[in-house]
């Protein structure tokens, strides 16, 4: 199978049907052999309903209906698992993603061999303010945190060797962040694709401005789990080790001072009146706190198990 079309979405019932005759469309034109995955994140209006009229008509249409909404990265990761093609192209199904993208897509993957291609909105039809340059702030520091020199992280157009997504693992909003994930997994070519960005049409954004704060957070979270993820006792560890012999050293001192006060003479103050003690009693507290962090971090992370992030309600095929 050439195509995997993985399309998540959330209350997208206007939409779904214009969206899918122009993937019909493309796929026709171009002749290619596809599956078209619809992953319904807990949606309360039509659009289950429609996926499963597009899955009895047309046997290349598969939906997987969340039991409630449980984000876009839950979203990706249940499609990812499910998808077959050689190609898998994730979009959005708001139809501010084309379609017409699709072969260029393709054909960077096959032809170009690239692991990943990312599509960049260079020109975009969003809010200057509440949109635009939160993003262009938000895609520098990813750039300049990852190292995965990409101008548009957020971008829900995108295509996948097969090999990419079941080698990585899409889990809390690190959607943003799946390049970096496949860097980290050791696919390296990536590449990016100027891609045309169409007004909404209908219905309304799903994302605020929260949506910025998260993924700055997200961003710290990714950039640690790359650095220390599986080591987390050589930050902890490190660290909490250094903080301690600060204070000891400090504490030792203080110690010295204290006995040669008692032998120049009678008159001394108590240790407990300097504050530098209480200092370097934090500071050991601290690095010993730091340390265990970082044990108990190497504990957890080899015994951990695979939990599931979603149930699924219902499936067509």
């Not at 204070?247 to 010295?256: D, K, N, R, T």
Request: some cysteine; glycine content about 8%.
């Amino acid at each position: 199978m050439n195509l995997s079309i993985l399309i998540p979405l959330l209350n997208e019932d206007e939409s779904l049907q214009e969206l899918y005759n122009w993937i019909i469309k493309v796929m026709h034109t171009h002749n290619y052999s596809y599956e078209i995955i619809f992953v319904d994140d807990g949606s309360t209006d039509n659009s289950w309903q429609i996926i499963e009229g597009f899955s009895n008509e047309n046997p290349n249409v598969k939906g997987i209906r969340f039991m409630k909404n449980f984000g876009k990265s839950q979203a990706l990761h249940a499609g990812f698992a499910k998808a077959q093609g050689d190609v898998i192209i994730t979009m959005d199904a708001d139809l501010q993603d084309s379609p017409e993208e699709i072969p260029d897509l393709y054909d960077m993957i096959i032809q170009q061999k690239f692991d990943l291609v990312s599509g960049w909105k260079k020109k975009r039809y969003d809010s200057v303010v509440a949109k635009n340059i939160p993003s262009k702030l938000f895609n520098w520091a990813a750039r300049k945190t990852s190292g995965v020199e990409l101008n548009d992280f957020n971008c829900g157009l995108k295509a996948y060797k097969n090999v990419v997504v079941k080698n990585i693992e899409v889990s809390g909003e690190m959607h943003r962040y799946i390049p970096v994930l496949a860097k980290n997994a050791g696919f390296g070519k990536i590449g990016e694709k100027v891609v045309q960005h169409q007004a909404r049409k209908y219905g309304e954004t799903k994302f605020g401005m929260e949506r910025f704060i998260n993924g700055f957070l997200d961003l710290i979270t990714i950039w640690f789990l790359s650095r220390f993820g599986k080591r987390p006792m050589h930050l902890f560890g490190a660290l909490g080790s250094f903080m301690f012999i600060i204070g000891f050293l400090l504490a030792f001192y203080i110690g010295v001072m204290k006995l040669y006060s008692l032998y120049e003479g009678p008159h001394y103050s108590l240790v407990t009146r300097n504050p530098w003690f209480f200092i370097a009693l934090t500071t050991m507290i601290l690095g010993t706190q730091l340390f265990l962090a970082g044990f108990l971090g190497e504990i957890i992370l080899r015994t951990k198990n695979n939990e599931a992030r979603y149930k699924i309600g219902k499936e067509v095929n």
